[in-house]
């Protein structure tokens, strides 16, 4: 393994190059076209068949020499953010309004690059490689057209990364069991019935039935859930009304919950949606509530974890695994990839004290990484890959 980083060495150009161009020409979620035309250019160039999932989803798919019926799924999500790049950076996004926040650049960057490797070593390799390049993360969506495709058919182990700013340059993160939350999305409907403010008593104010329900819906997670279990209701929109002196007819809240078990996912929902009808009640509205299901929790394998971990270990010498690292409760739906079969999603440190915007969080304006992290990157795919498969 320690000739494969001398190896993984000579794609830092190509790494470079590729994730400042991926950065240039961010696309929205389910809009990733041009994304996923270079994609299947350089999947072409390195001689990996390919197809469309979706829109915009592509499947790559690379079968060693040896035989084997071993089947190994690498992932990377490609779509960009509704955010406007703030930064002095060269490679400073060409699209107003949209930006790579999250390092999905860097993910599709690294994983194309070790495409290019492994296509490279096809005669070591015993088995099959997919590599899934997924679009529509941000938005809990991407996974199902490839679940839907059988993607997941035969595949042994699944693998993928994200960048992790909160780690410093040259650490991977690998926490067996939990890491990510489950994410879903609610929007609540208020009716009421309007009439002048001055006569509060002739109508139903859906403004202020809405202002109560975030109220007693934040409410709900220090009162009827143990404070010993993360977890986060959160609303981000309120839509009322269309004049000062008159009572909202409608009012429409957007928010999230963030929970960490099947059963707090469950009972959160339940507990919302009483509390939503009832307080509506009391004031006469009716408001009803709709759920998005955005992920799933990622569940890291424990075994799978020891696997790369080792890898690293044995290559780059103790300490450069976080096996700890604080579980997040962003959501991440390669978790719907680790349910169904064994896997782990790494923790890629991305942070350097000499770039302090590598420092900064993830969906930040000014977000960047230190693009040496992506030399890591790509040895964990190519790495991993050549161990399973060997």
């Not at 590599?131 to 057209?145: D, L, N, S, Y």
């Not at 000014?366 to 161990?387: I, N, R």
Request: include cysteine; glycine fraction near 8%.
């Amino acid at each position: 393994m320690s000739n494969l980083v001398k190896e993984v060495e000579t794609v830092k150009s190509y790494l470079i190059e590729t994730r400042r161009e991926f950065h240039q020409n961010p696309e929205l979620s389910l809009k990733e076209f041009r994304t996923a035309s270079r994609i299947e250019e350089e999947l072409t160039k390195f001689g990996i068949k390919h197809s469309r999932v979706g829109e915009t989803g592509v499947l790559g798919i690379l079968k060693g020499d040896k035989p084997s019926d071993k089947v190994l799924l690498l992932r990377a999500d490609i779509d960009a953010l509704p955010i406007n790049e703030v930064g002095a950076v060269e490679y400073i996004s060409k699209n107003p309004g949209v930006m790579h926040a999250c390092g999905h650049d860097a993910h599709t960057t690294c994983l194309l690059a070790a495409a290019k490797i492994l296509s490279e070593k096809k005669s070591e390799i015993a088995g099959e490689v997919r590599f899934v390049f997924q679009p529509a993360e941000e938005i809990g969506k991407g996974t199902q057209p490839f679940i839907e495709a059988n993607v997941l058919e035969g595949v042994d182990r699944v693998f993928g990364l994200h960048c992790a700013p909160d780690l410093p340059l040259g650490t991977v993160g690998l926490t067996p069991k939990l890491n990510n939350a489950a994410v879903d999305h609610f929007t609540i409907s208020v009716k009421g019935v309007s009439s002048h403010v001055s006569l509060p008593h002739k109508g139903v104010d859906a403004l202020y039935v809405a202002s109560e329900i975030v109220v007693a819906v934040q409410a709900l997670r220090t009162r009827l859930n143990s404070p010993l279990e993360p977890m986060i209701i959160g609303i981000g929109k309120f839509n009322a009304g269309t004049t000062y002196n008159a009572l909202a007819a409608n009012a429409v809240l957007e928010g999230t919950t963030r929970t960490i078990s099947k059963e707090s996912r469950a009972k959160i929902k339940t507990e919302i949606n009483r509390c939503v009808k009832n307080i509506a009640e009391i004031y006469g509205a009716t408001a009803t509530v709709e759920w998005e299901g955005f992920t799933g929790p990622v569940i890291n394998d424990p075994e799978v974890c020891e696997e790369v971990a080792a890898l690293v270990d044995e290559t780059f010498g103790k300490g450069h695994v976080v096996k700890d690292r604080e579980v997040s409760l962003g959501g991440d739906n390669f978790a719907d990839f680790i349910e169904e079969k064994k896997g782990a999603y790494a923790y890629l440190g991305t942070s350097s004290d000499t770039k302090p915007c590598t420092k900064l969080p993830l969906h930040s304006d000014s977000f960047d990484l230190d693009e040496e992290a992506m030399l890591k990157g790509t040895w964990l795919h190519v790495a991993y890959a050549l161990w399973f498969l060997a």
